[in-house]
């Protein structure tokens, strides 16, 4: 039996994720939207994002020397950010130009207002179907509202966790 993209989407979208944007040191900036983030590893510390193939940053990716990336974890007033990050608006200005950012080890802008931050350098990456899983080694990593909430994505749509302490 195989299954639909659809279908299989359709099943994903039951699973809330966070939101990020993960930026990349690349002339010019470049940053997209990413729910496929994961802990790999504690020691050593490593994450991994997953790269749609049919998307600039794949392309970026595949054809300049990127050598690191940030996962920008978003704040719940960062839906902006998401939604112009996946194409889903246009912020009419470039946020690397009004969003106050920093730069660490990678050299990818880091949001200064996102919840939290990993810094990593690009340590492996493996084709899988139409993605290609990039493995960071995290170089750097902060809590940068430590009061915030995250923004969430659950069904097609934007929201947030409340902690319950």
């Not at 170089?139 to 902690?163: C, I, K, M």
């Amino acid at each position: 039996m195989s299954v639909e993209p659809s279908q299989l989407r359709q099943v994903m979208g039951e699973f809330a994720t966070g939101a990020t944007v993960v930026t990349f040191p690349s002339d010019p900036l470049h940053g997209l939207t990413v729910n496929a983030l994961s802990s790999l590893s504690l020691d050593p510390p490593l994450v991994l994002i997953c790269i749609d193939h049919g998307t600039t940053t794949y392309d970026l990716l595949t054809r300049d020397t990127i050598d690191g990336y940030c996962v920008n974890i978003l704040d719940e007033d960062q839906r902006d950010l998401g939604e112009h990050f996946a194409g889903m608006n246009d912020l009419g200005e470039n946020p690397f130009e009004t969003e106050r950012t920093r730069t660490e080890v990678s050299g990818a802008p880091i949001f200064e207002d996102s919840l939290a931050y990993l810094d990593c350098s690009l340590r492996s990456a493996y084709d899988e179907g139409d993605h290609t899983i990039y493995v960071g080694a995290v170089e750097s990593t902060h809590v940068l509202q430590p009061d915030g909430a995250p923004l969430a994505f659950y069904q097609g749509n934007w929201g947030t966790v409340r902690s319950n302490a």
